[in-house]
């Protein structure tokens, strides 16, 4: 099997892409920079510019799904420019690959597509799985909505889609956890506002799996990239700290502190969803990382 990945150069991505070639998975990847572009018999890059509508349509050749991990990352302060390139990002690469498709009459038959818990609402005492249909008033939830409906489009093509929500990803060398531990290394940790909001939370060998699980079993519809057990931010500060063997010893940093700091991106900080694993399980999935302390023992010591 040909798999094309997009973001295949990016933190989810390169583990994914590692767990294809466990699975003797042949990649052809999309970038943006020609200087990334590889020809391996097993790995071999095409350049893209969805900016300018551009794309090596070569790139599907002998390839029957897709991998589309394409988006312009969220940690980056919410400007109403920068709001718009992390919208289009999401959409236009989705037209874009659609439109090569159609045009050039390839024959794709699945696609796995990344989305974002972010849909759902903030809640402290909602329990959400894949069956909820309330969307987040905020623009990650905007964003998703539109995000998951370009998705869908690959429908038209005749390609069976599914849709895998991430949740906090954890992971050695990017995403957020180095942004946690960083303060907890110099005594300076804490969790954020009440500390009572959930964050459900995987381990970023688990996420990759998720996605090569979906592909090889051709999974159709949405399924929640989470671990099987959310944690609070409390307890995901203490966690880390326990590991770290460091002290908390500062009080909670308060929202409106982060709001100024961040502007609108603070929610990011304090939205609560706790998210249900389950439905993914239900297809043999197995987690490797179910609870989050040898999850972080495993990617912080």
């Not at 099997?1 to 998975?25: D, P, S």
């Not at 974002?116 to 909820?132: F, H, R």
């Not at 069976?160 to 990803?169: E, N, W």
Request: proline content about 3%; overall charge negative.
């Amino acid at each position: 099997m040909t798999v094309l990945i997009t973001g295949a150069t990016g933190l989810i991505g390169q583990e994914i892409v590692k767990q294809c070639h466990n699975q003797n998975i042949n990649v052809h990847y999309l970038t943006t920079s020609k200087s990334k572009l590889e020809k391996q018999s097993n790995y071999k890059g095409f350049y893209w510019d969805p900016n300018n509508n551009e794309i090596d349509h070569k790139c599907f050749e002998g390839v029957s799904a897709i991998i589309n991990m394409v988006g312009a990352s969220i940690s980056e302060r919410w400007t109403d420019d920068y709001k718009e390139i992390i919208l289009k990002s999401r959409t236009e690469t989705a037209q874009l690959l659609q439109d090569t498709i159609r045009a050039f009459d390839y024959k794709i038959d699945y696609v796995v597509s990344a989305s974002a818990i972010g849909i759902y609402p903030t809640s402290l005492v909602n329990y959400y799985d894949e069956e909820n249909n309330e969307i987040a008033g905020t623009f990650l939830g905007e964003v998703v909505e539109k995000w998951e409906a370009a998705v869908d489009d690959f429908k038209l093509l005749g390609c069976k889609v599914a849709k895998i929500r991430i949740g906090l990803v954890l992971a050695e060398d990017g995403g957020a956890l180095p942004q946690i531990v960083k303060p907890i290394k110099f005594g300076a940790g804490a969790a954020f506002g009440s500390g009572k909001q959930w964050q459900s939370w995987i381990h970023i060998h688990d996420l990759a799996r998720i996605f090569v699980h979906a592909l090889e079993d051709k999974l159709k519809g949405v399924y929640n990239g989470v671990a099987p057990n959310p944690t609070t931010n409390n307890d995901l500060t203490t966690t880390a700290a326990n590991v770290l063997n460091r002290p908390l010893i500062l009080p909670n940093i308060p929202r409106f502190a982060m709001k100024l700091a961040l502007g609108e991106m603070h929610i990011l900080l304090f939205e609560s969803q706790r998210v249900s694993s389950q439905k993914i399980e239900n297809t043999g999935f197995a987690f490797k990382y179910i609870h989050l302390k040898p999850a972080l023992e495993d990617l912080l010591q």
